[in-house]
């Protein structure tokens, strides 16, 4: 009879949270930066334990941004994030990014989606893991970079681009610059997402399910500070993508047994488990599924549910959701 530990290894597993650039592996960083040390690699692309703020936290992705700025290191860093899926027995995955930090170099913003996406479509044929993406603004951007963003969405339609979302410093920027993306994207079926209850409260959840008509939320873990909220997001549909090990290093908790995962789950929320930034919080879904199983005493059933749940709020078509439920299903009895 396998333990947990190695039957956690091989279960399929769903990923809808997932930034690219903040996922940057050693083995990446060293082809890309070559004679670069570990102690090096762990400064530079690993944020720290004690990391004041999302903001903070936010800022170590700098570096790994800076190496994202030409098509070939596109390709190679998309390409690792599917060997750390393969690794995690990944099934399917929603990766995200902001095109727009990757012009530096000369680059058009079509042309890194078209390097992201080719690469997806390369990595999907080497692993045969599905994987979607989502091309994100950041709270910062302007309406004009906003609705360029969308825009790409739009015009990526068909391809593996998914769904918009709104990133970053959800703390010092208000949503005011992102209505019109958020409004363009609702006239024209473009599937959302957005970072909140996060960084802040339970309201900042309530107004961008409210004002931005989001289908799901990046994090939304503050929700459960207010029970008629969760009530509503139930109610709705909005489905929570959790992201435990994130949330410690932005200092939103003091540690991950303070953490309302469990307590989230037990509202019966739709609720998934994802890792946020792989390298910046230095974790992998394996781990994360075994911690919970530490500090909650989660089960098959626990796991089982989460997946199934991600799967009905995953940006994909039906035919390919019954493909993973059944997956998910035969694996998880």
């Not at 012009?103 to 992201?116: D, F, M, Y």
Request: some cysteine.
């Amino acid at each position: 009879m396998k333990n947990f530990s190695e039957l956690v290894k091989e279960l399929p597993k769903i990923e809808l949270h997932l930034h690219l650039d903040c996922s940057l592996s050693y083995k990446v960083v060293s082809k890309l930066i070559p004679g670069i040390s570990k102690e090096s690699y762990s400064k530079k692309f690993i944020a720290p334990n004690n990391c004041a703020d999302l903001k903070e936290y936010i800022e170590c992705a700098s570096a790994s941004i800076d190496i994202m700025q030409t098509k070939e290191q596109l390709k190679l860093v998309t390409l690792d994030l599917f060997d750390q899926l393969l690794a995690d027995n990944v099934i399917y995955a929603e990766i995200r990014f902001a095109p727009l930090q990757h012009l530096k170099k000369g680059l058009t913003a079509e042309e890194v989606v078209q390097a992201v996406d080719e690469a997806i479509n390369e990595g999907k044929k080497k692993t045969g893991i599905e994987a979607r993406l989502i091309l994100c603004t950041l709270r910062h951007f302007s309406e004009q970079q906003s609705m360029q963003t969308i825009h790409l969405v739009d015009q990526f339609r068909g391809s593996n681009v998914v769904g918009f979302d709104l990133a970053a410093d959800e703390a010092g920027y208000p949503i005011d610059a992102h209505r019109s993306a958020f409004n363009f994207a609702s006239k024209n079926n473009l599937p959302c997402t957005c970072h909140a209850g996060e960084a802040l409260g339970a309201e900042s959840v309530k107004e961008v399910v409210d004002e931005l008509h989001v289908q799901r939320i990046g994090h939304g873990v503050r929700s459960i500070e207010n029970l008629p909220l969760i009530e509503h997001l139930k109610k709705c549909h909005i489905h929570l993508e959790v992201c435990p090990s994130s949330n410690i290093k932005t200092n939103m908790y003091p540690t991950l047994s303070d953490h309302p995962v469990d307590k989230l789950y037990d509202t019966g929320v739709s609720m998934s488990i994802n890792t946020d930034g792989r390298s910046l919080s230095d974790i992998d879904l394996i781990t994360e599924y075994q911690n919970l199983k530490a500090l909650f005493g989660w089960d098959m059933e626990h796991y089982r549910c989460c997946n199934l749940e991600a799967i009905k709020a995953a940006f994909i078509d039906i035919s390919l959701k019954e493909k993973l439920k059944k997956r998910i299903n035969e694996a998880y009895q």
